[in-house]
């Protein structure tokens, strides 16, 4: 005769409906990887992935940069072709000119154009301005032959109004799409902000949260006509930095957010889990979105990268997470010491993976991430 579960009391009952809960929001996805690297890498290089964007067919548009052993500096990484990484790889670099010599690039977001043309974002140093960095974009064919230009986040768009002396130190432009720019910029008087950039009309926007005491702007997707979703992270009134990843719906007509909804790996915020935080975006073609990002807390490994599906809801702007671990795994030969989650495209996770042997190095990486629906 079946006989009921009991449970014997209220908090034995609440512990397993939080486990349920948790479980809920937790894919067991099985995940495959494989290392993309630059090919022309010296001995102990470094391969930072950043951006990805479909190029048309299965091909794809990658975006990062390329640093020599020991260094944290260098420079910015293109590349074309499909994602088993047989395609073209190009070293794209903003352009010293008189008075300006470029140090470092950095790029970030690409967006494909007509006629084979891309869009890249980034950011670049000088040897005048030292570790200061300025924002970049770029529109050409992928041999770098196009149009470079600065753009660094006017002071007198901030909101509110920009205090008595202050001046933009750092801008580094994230993602690109659809015709806008999002990314952070940095003054002599506060950090952690976020800006919206419209290239046609060349009008900025802060990109401000209400609540929040800094607020990054990593990913954006064009949902079509005026309507974008913006991916990042933001700190609320505390001393610990970036706490929450978020996503929030824009419209370029009115230059407005709205729906800001708030996310915590595995649902898990200040339950082992302190920082989270939103690298990426992608349709699930579905009207929701892919993300991948990073993760910080108290339980082990302490920190990571993860995949994450939000649906689009009926009665609200966004749904509850369902979250899928990226852990770049270990092998004879191979101690793999850190995971980052960069970008996402369809269901594959680009980012880095950190190792030892031999110095510090990072490693690009793809993650495909089956079964996850």
């Given at each position: 005769?079946?006989?009921?579960i009991?449970?014997?009391?209220?908090?034995?009952?609440?512990?397993?409906?939080?486990?349920?809960?948790?479980?809920?929001?937790?894919?067991?996805?099985?995940?495959?990887y494989?290392?993309?690297?630059?090919?022309?890498?010296?001995?102990?290089?470094?391969?930072?992935?950043?951006?990805?964007?479909?190029a048309g067919?299965?091909?794809v548009?990658?975006?990062?940069f390329y640093?020599?052993?020991g260094?944290?500096?260098?420079?910015?990484?293109?590349?074309?072709?499909l994602?088993?990484?047989?395609?073209?790889?190009t070293?794209?670099n903003?352009?010293?000119?008189?008075?300006v010599?470029?140090?470092s690039?950095?790029?970030?977001?690409?967006?494909?154009l007509s006629?084979?043309?891309?869009?890249?974002?980034?950011?670049?140093?000088?040897q005048?301005?030292?570790?200061?960095?300025?924002?970049?974009?770029?529109?050409?064919?992928?041999?770098?032959?196009?149009?470079?230009?600065?753009?660094?986040?006017?002071?007198?768009a901030?909101?509110?109004s920009?205090?008595?002396?202050?001046?933009?130190?750092d801008t580094?432009?994230?993602?690109?799409m659809g015709?806008?720019?999002?990314?952070?910029?940095d003054?002599?008087?506060s950090?952690?902000?976020?800006?919206?950039?419209?290239?046609?009309?060349?009008?900025?926007?802060?990109?401000?949260?209400?609540?929040?005491v800094?607020?990054?702007?990593?990913g954006?997707?064009?949902?079509?006509?005026?309507?974008?979703?913006?991916?990042?992270g933001?700190?609320?009134?505390?001393?610990?930095?970036?706490?929450?990843?978020?996503?929030?719906?824009?419209d370029?007509?009115?230059?407005?957010?709205?729906?800001?909804?708030?996310?915590?790996?595995?649902?898990?915020?200040?339950?082992?889990v302190?920082i989270?935080?939103?690298?990426?975006?992608?349709s699930?073609?579905?009207?929701?979105?892919y993300?991948?990002?990073?993760?910080?807390g108290?339980?082990?490994?302490?920190?990571?990268?993860?995949f994450?599906?939000v649906?689009?809801?009926?009665?609200?702007?966004?749904?509850?997470?369902?979250?899928?671990?990226?852990?770049?795994?270990?092998?004879?030969?191979?101690?793999?010491?850190?995971t980052?989650g960069?970008?996402?495209f369809?269901?594959?996770?680009?980012?880095?993976?950190t190792?030892t042997?031999?110095?510090s190095v990072?490693?690009?990486?793809?993650?495909?991430?089956?079964?996850?629906?």
């Open positions: 005769m079946y006989q009921p009991r449970f014997k009391n209220t908090t034995t009952l609440l512990a397993c409906a939080i486990l349920t809960i948790l479980c809920a929001n937790i894919s067991f996805a099985q995940v495959d494989s290392t993309l690297n630059y090919p022309g890498g010296a001995m102990g290089s470094s391969t930072f992935l950043t951006g990805i964007r479909g067919g299965e091909n548009y990658i975006t990062g640093a020599l052993a260094e944290t500096i260098g420079q910015g990484l293109f590349y074309q072709g994602l088993d990484g047989s395609g073209d790889w070293l794209l903003f352009p010293s000119s008189p008075g010599t470029v140090t690039t950095t790029l970030y977001g690409p967006d494909a006629s084979n043309n891309v869009r890249l974002v980034g950011s670049y140093k000088t005048e301005t030292g570790d200061f960095d300025h924002g970049l974009l770029y529109e050409g064919p992928t041999d770098g032959s196009g149009t470079w230009q600065t753009i660094d986040f006017p002071i007198a901030a909101t509110p920009p205090s008595p002396g202050e001046q933009v130190l580094l432009a994230h993602s690109t015709g806008l720019v999002v990314g952070n910029f003054t002599n008087l950090t952690g902000r976020a800006f919206v950039y419209d290239i046609d009309n060349n009008s900025w926007v802060e990109l401000v949260k209400p609540g929040a800094s607020i990054t702007a990593y954006i997707w064009y949902n079509g006509e005026t309507q974008y979703t913006i991916a990042g933001y700190s609320d009134a505390n001393i610990q930095g970036i706490d929450h990843g978020y996503l929030v719906d824009w370029s007509a009115t230059q407005t957010a709205s729906d800001w909804t708030s996310y915590d790996y595995k649902n898990r915020h200040r339950i082992g302190d989270s935080h939103f690298n990426g975006i992608t699930d073609k579905h009207d929701g979105f993300l991948t990002g990073v993760w910080v108290v339980i082990p490994p302490n920190a990571g990268a993860f994450a599906h649906p689009r809801m009926p009665h609200r702007a966004f749904g509850d997470a369902r979250w899928t671990e990226i852990a770049y795994p270990s092998s004879p030969g191979l101690t793999v010491d850190g980052s960069n970008t996402v369809e269901n594959n996770v680009l980012g880095i993976y190792t042997e031999g110095g990072a490693n690009g990486y793809v993650a495909t991430v089956r079964g996850h629906r």
